[in-house]
């Protein structure tokens, strides 16, 4: 499979760079020669089915999950297996999942800083006048003092989104974001990461949300069966899908 570039200059060092990944669970083959590249301030959504190596791609670039083969550089460097080049390149790419992650026991304010003071070294005071900023900005500022178990989905996430937000990353990956959300809380969710992809942020988005990705993203990257299928703008992948698999997809969804 060519190897997916996208960008103007060929000086560009993407953010985020996969070649010819691999990665199976037992005798089963969940990701097969995945190459692509994520360039600073895009926004790349991934979509597909269900079982067809999304989550498993997003885990895989910042070695939650590790790979079998292949490379997964950041702005150029490889990620290594495991030691503190890891950690630190690591510390570089947020992440935000699903089931949101945070700690139960400590409250709002105490899960915002605590990555900024312990891989970042700030200062509790300088960790929680930035964190504030940032849970006004993603809009629960005022839960700051609660647990997470006192606040809605949508509130959790998006805490989840401003705790990335302070370790001041490079790229930030959304795994399904919005699935464990009832409906009413996945468009505050998806504000919040409309206004970052406008900022500039790079993203990379596993979703279900296909207006989302028909408005916000750079690029759709359609997989199934662990390997990329297709990738396009957003205007010409749901206008004129190429796969049939892809037109499948999109027709199955159309009533949903």
Do not use: W, Y
């Not at 950690?87 to 139960?104: E, K, P, T, Y």
């Not at 409250?107 to 509790?124: A, E, Q």
């Amino acid at each position: 499979m060519p190897e997916k570039t996208i960008g103007t200059g060929s000086n560009d060092i993407p953010v985020i760079q996969l070649k010819h990944v691999d990665k199976h669970f037992g005798s089963l083959h969940v990701l097969k020669d995945i190459s692509l590249s994520v360039k600073k301030g895009e926004v790349v959504v991934i979509i597909g089915p269900s079982g067809s190596g999304k989550s498993t791609l997003c885990r895989t670039i910042n070695r939650l999950e590790t790979i079998d083969s292949g490379e997964i550089l950041i702005e150029g460097v490889k990620m290594p297996q495991e030691g503190k080049e890891l950690a630190r390149l690591r510390a570089q790419i947020g992440m935000v999942f699903q089931s949101f992650n945070l700690f139960a026991h400590k409250t709002i304010i105490d899960n915002v800083i605590l990555g900024p003071m312990d891989v970042l070294h700030k200062s509790r005071k300088e960790a929680k006048e930035e964190a504030m900023q940032l849970l006004k900005r993603v809009g629960v500022d005022s839960q700051a003092e609660k647990v997470p178990a006192q606040l809605s989905g949508g509130q959790q996430q998006r805490v989840a989104i401003a705790r990335s937000l302070a370790m001041h990353p490079k790229a930030i990956l959304f795994d399904e974001p919005t699935s464990a959300l009832d409906p009413e809380m996945i468009g505050e969710v998806l504000d919040v990461m409309t206004e970052l992809a406008r900022e500039g942020m790079t993203m990379l988005v596993v979703t279900h949300e296909m207006n989302f990705a028909r408005r916000v993203a750079s690029r759709v990257i359609f997989m199934d069966g662990g390997s990329i299928i297709e990738e396009n703008t957003p205007d010409e992948f749901f206008s004129h899908p190429k796969s049939q698999r892809a037109q499948d997809f999109l027709n199955s969804i159309k009533d949903h």
